[in-house]
């Protein structure tokens, strides 16, 4: 009997968590950097705290989480990250998409049919989402930008908007016009010029 969507999903979540606890645990043997430590600490607390009802749920429908392997490839892809910079951003992009998963999941039919795992789902994004916050409160503080394209942030100019008076965005206001309508079924209205003699 192939498996269930439920069960692929949260296994392959169960897989991410292990793997990141191990990538935490690594960082934090590279870093002195206090704050970084103390933002590691608290990823790898958190985490840990997540396995736990996370598997006692695989469990219920069969799935043995011991037996799931760390994925691979996440973990080269993090082995790969130098200084604290870097490493970072990898946490920060891997909580971005996982605060982003767990939306997606709340959303899904299947996911949520069983209250149970709906509250599960919930709990988990709420925890990821508060570990993104601190990650990204944490590079704030360390001056480290949140993707590398971008310069140091001192170094960038501070640019002030130009405020024009009573302006607003229209894009919305503008769509329901009637001048927006057109006569013909179903067309975008032609400029007067390319219409036909009229």
Known sequence: MTESIVAIRMARNLRYKLTYIKIFETYLEQNSDPEVVNLLKLLLQSQQAEVAPLSSYLRKIDVN???LPLDDKLMAHALARQDY???LRFIYDGLSRAVSWYKTQLVDKQM???PELRQLLFELGEADAAQLWRTEATMAMLK?????KEKEWDERPRIEPEVEEGWRPRLLEDIGRPS????QSGRWPRPPRYQRGE
Do not use: G, R
């Open 144 to 148: 480290v930008p949140l993707v590398l």
């Open 180 to 183: 927006w309508t057109s006569k």
């Open 112 to 114: 949520v049919a069983d």
């Open 85 to 87: 910079k870097s490493q």
């Open 65 to 67: 989480p011991q037996e």
